[in-house]
């Protein structure tokens, strides 16, 4: 190969169009009274909606980093006192109820707590609860008669079920299910039931999955967050979403409600702000602009109405299983692992 | 990586160890060690991953790799691995032959349209295809599309070599009685050993690190699993144990491609008068060959591009934020470009040390960049993490951190680049200059480098292209508010938002576009067949 003047000047001239196209993308930097780092397991349209939100009404910069919700928390805990995070907000309670145990988080302003029904909130008011999601049965109408629908998650342990279900063990959403079982029926029961789910159950890795393979026919059921469901229908259409939903109730554990919630880290040097931040994801303005995003979540404040299309939150008779029976979710992961479904 | 590959001579390409007696005098002691701390660097992330699957004891050892979940993930990986890499072999191979040595009408065209597929990332194929229908989801589906998605790595380098190759060998083949077949088996394949075997180990090790089209496609393999257990408890025992069985399965794969790779000799002492081999003529055979051509450029290229255009035409969540766009797009281009540097300068010496003065060491520390290669993203970027924060807590979570993993994942294909630029240049210019009176380093600066500018080039290229299509490290380790347009392509598309993914995808690979073209020009301009 010779060098050739001709190939430097091409790759030079690449070189110098990137770079006047980098510069020229160049982030926008935003002026505000203050500046909040926001630690989010949540999908982006609803944290981008109290980001915003938030933004607007008070004049205070959010910088987001997105993780997963062990993920996040853990990484919190190994930043320590150096943690650039003001607020974390997860998709399920265990990893908040972990760094509460630790001591990472900071108390949260009562007026904050009292928007939301108690059972919603940290035991030691350590974080508050801001959107809810309902545990469902995702089925294919094709495959399963409504009167064969089942009257228990339990049930889906039973031989009947084999090869008919999908199941997706790595999501966060799930862990809480087994704990919920553990808790009302005991952690023998838990695992008998994980068990006969586990051998029933095709493997996905998390709940679009489920539904893709649910709206395809290769599998009849599957357990999901509701939210899913909804999203799916709005970006498909819903004539491509053959799939129905099928509320447990009853005070069932597959009825499960799971909190999404927001608490303040200890080592914040941004308390106050990190206080209205906190403040306005539970206000009406916060609550409401979630619920506008998309996302399709309950509300947590009773003065806003869920997206128009959801079973009244009311409704749905969820089992009395309080967050601190979940716990920081490490049990069922054990359980998890002894019956090889991660 | 092959495009690079494919700039080598034929006769160069198939001599990785006929270098070995050009070395003049001894290793330079400041070259040695600058190459072997490159590679400790690199190798940090996985001496941290030992430690970590360690620290816990052999008991937990045995609990976290001996259950049931792990043999499910190993059938899931060796599978893939097998018969993707077979697969793509099969396919690079056929589609090599057929565009340089047979008279495929449109061949000039097929070459390149065939070259295209790697501007794709394969986590945009992926989801392309998912959108369309969920059926591809599973093993067949997953392994027919990342075949498709990663052929190239084996059809680039073997056409170069098909190219260069001098027909004489084959012609006495056949006068001796061999058919054509045979011919072909015995005497043209053994011909592209090496660079047939260099290019199914970079399909292999893709296989083993990607995660994102195999999160679209919904098939577990150890890299999944491994961002799964960071979902569920990142403090990472077990995260770190599986990835530890993917360093071993790395292991092997480079010691099965050196073993594989034989001690046969391809090199000749002079690449002789070759002259184009005359074109096999294809007879009626020609119309299944440009069905298929048509096809595989449909699925590979075409559906792709075309599912893009219809997303970002028709997606319900297509309320394009072009600012955001733009933002992301320039982050994207900002830590591409300060990647492909660094991994160049980083890739530089180790290329000297293992060109100019190759040994067992030499080969060893230049081998060695290839097992953080294998490993995914993430575990890389959770290695950073917590190295940073306890030696160097002001790099953590800046963009100087970030290039560091970017340079740490994609080291071997600057340094294939770079080699291959290095090794066709003789070192006898550098020798006359120093007899001259020039000092080594000057020698070097002033002879060497100015010709092998193009293979620097190649190489901060296809960094940029690796680097452009990250993930995983990148969610983890970019500054906080930084968001690339792989980031936001995969928070858009895990959320069904097809529609508002689809420009992220587009504009990647519209910037990926560019070093592409650089790069198939430049294998264009070396490897055309000469002019008759």
């Not at chain 1, 799930?174 to 005991?186: C, N």
């Not at chain 2, 990835?243 to 292991?251: D, E, G, N, R």
């Not at chain 2, 120093?434 to 092998?452: E, F, H, N, Q």
């Not at chain 2, 990250?470 to 069904?496: D, H, M, R, V, Y």
Request: aromatic fraction near 8%; charged fraction near 15%; glycine fraction near 8%.
């Amino acid at each position: 190969m010779r060098f050739r003047s001709s190939q430097l000047s091409l790759a030079l001239a690449g070189v110098a169009f990137l770079a006047i196209v980098a510069a020229g993308c160049g982030s926008s930097s935003s002026s505000g009274s203050g500046s909040l780092t926001l630690y989010s397991a949540q999908h982006e349209p609803i944290t981008e909606a109290f980001a915003k939100g938030f933004e607007e009404e008070n004049g205070a910069e959010v910088k987001i980093r997105y993780g997963e919700d062990e993920g996040l928390a853990s990484q919190i805990e190994q930043e320590g006192d150096a943690s650039p995070a003001d607020v974390v907000l997860t998709e399920n309670t265990p990893p908040l109820e972990g760094l509460s145990e630790k001591g990472l988080l900071s108390k949260v302003d009562s007026p904050t707590l009292e928007e939301v029904p108690s059972q919603y909130i940290s035991p030691a008011g350590d974080w508050v609860g801001v959107a809810a999601r309902e545990t469902v049965m995702v089925y294919n109408p094709e495959l399963i008669a409504p009167s064969e629908l089942p009257a228990s998650i339990l049930d889906l342990a039973k031989p009947e079920w084999k090869g008919k279900l999908a199941i997706a063990p790595s999501e966060p959403d799930f862990v809480p299910i087994v704990s919920a079982i553990e808790k009302l029926d005991g952690e023998a029961a838990a695992k008998e039931w994980l068990e006969g789910f586990a051998a029933n159950a095709k493997h996905y890795n998390d709940n679009e999955g489920i539904i893709a393979a649910v709206d395809s026919g290769q599998v009849a059921a599957g357990i999901i967050n509701h939210y899913y469901w909804f999203e799916a229908v709005a970006e498909e259409g819903k004539d491509k979403v053959p799939s129905k939903l099928h509320y447990f109730g009853h005070e069932d554990p597959g009825a499960l409600v799971n909190i999404s919630g927001a608490g303040i880290l200890a080592s914040s040097d941004e308390q106050e702000l990190a206080q209205e931040f906190l403040a306005y994801m539970v206000s009406k303005e916060g609550q409401e602009a979630m619920t506008h995003s998309g996302d399709w979540e309950y509300p947590l404040n009773s003065a806003v109405a869920p997206p128009p299309g959801l079973k009244p939150f009311d409704s749905l008779e969820p089992p009395k299983v309080t967050p601190a029976d979940l716990g920081d979710g490490s049990g069922p992961l054990e359980l998890m692992q002894q019956v090889g479904l991660l | 990586m092959p495009v690079a590959d494919a700039s080598r001579s034929g006769a160069a390409l198939a001599a990785p160890l006929g270098w070995a007696r050009r070395g003049r005098g001894r290793t330079p002691v400041g070259l040695l060690a600058l190459s072997a701390a490159i590679a400790l660097l690199a190798l940090a992330p996985v001496g941290f991953l030992l430690d970590q699957t360690l620290a816990g004891g052999w008991a937990e050892v045995e609990r976290l790799l001996f259950r049931p979940f792990v043999g499910h993930l190993l059938v899931n990986t060796a599978m893939l691995v097998v018969v993707g890499t077979a697969a793509s072999a099969v396919l690079g191979v056929a589609v090599a032959w057929l565009v340089e040595r047979t008279d495929l009408p449109g061949r000039r065209l097929w070459a390149v349209l065939a070259a295209l597929p790697i501007t794709v990332p394969a986590f945009v194929t992926s989801y392309s295809w998912v959108s369309i229908t969920p059926a591809v989801q599973g093993f067949w589906g997953a392994t027919a599309i990342v075949t498709l998605a990663y052929y190239p790595l084996i059809y680039l380098p073997v056409a170069a070599v098909l190219r260069g190759m001098d027909p004489a060998l084959e012609e006495t083949a056949r006068s001796l009685g061999l058919s054509p077949w045979r011919t072909f088996l015995r005497v043209t394949l053994p011909q592209t050993r090496v660079a047939l075997l260099g290019g199914m180990l970079l399909v292999a090790i893709h296989l083993l690190s990607e995660f994102g089209a195999f999160a679209m496609l919904r098939f577990q393999t150890f890299t999944t699993a491994i961002y799964d257990e960071y979902k569920l408890s990142f403090d990472g025992a077990g995260a770190s144990m599986l990835a530890s069985v993917l360093v071993l399965l790395c292991l092997f794969l480079l010691v099965a491609e050196l073993s594989a790779r034989g001690r046969g000799r391809y090199a000749r002492v002079d690449s002789g008068a070759a002259r184009p081999a005359p074109p096999a003529r294809l007879g009626h055979a020609r119309w299944p060959a440009l069905t298929g051509f048509a096809a595989l450029v449909g699925l590979s290229l075409g559906l792709p591009l075309a599912t893009l255009v219809y997303w970002v035409a028709t997606g319900s969540s297509a309320g394009i934020d072009v600012s955001a766009l733009l933002s992301a797009c320039g982050t994207s281009l900002e830590l591409g470009l300060g990647a492909a540097a660094l991994t160049t300068l980083l890739a530089l010496p180790i290329s000297v040390l293992s060109v100019r003065h190759p040994s067992r060491l030499a080969t060893l520390i230049e081998r060695a960049t290839y097992l953080p290669f294998a490993l995914p993203g993430i575990v890389v970027a959770l290695a950073l993490i917590v190295l940073s924060l306890q030696h160097l807590p002001a790099l953590y979570s800046s963009t100087p951190l970030l290039i560091v993993a970017y340079a740490i994942l994609s080291l071997p294909l600057a340094l294939v680049a770079t080699r291959a630029a290095l090794a066709q240049v003789p070192p006898i210019h550098e020798e006359v200059a120093r007899s001259l009176g020039s000092r080594p380093l000057v020698a070097l600066a002033r002879v060497t480098l100015p010709r092998i500018l193009p293979g620097l080039g190649a190489a901060a290229a296809l960094v940029f292209l690796a680097t452009v299509t990250e993930l995983t490290a990148t969610l983890l380790l970019a500054p906080i508010g930084t968001q690339t347009l792989a980031t936001q392509f995969w928070a858009k598309a895990s959320t069904f938002s097809y529609g508002a993914a689809a420009p992220y995808a587009a504009l990647m690979v519209a910037i990926s576009a560019v070093p592409t073209y650089l790069l198939t020009r430049r294998l264009g301009a070396v490897v055309r067949p000469p002019e008759r």
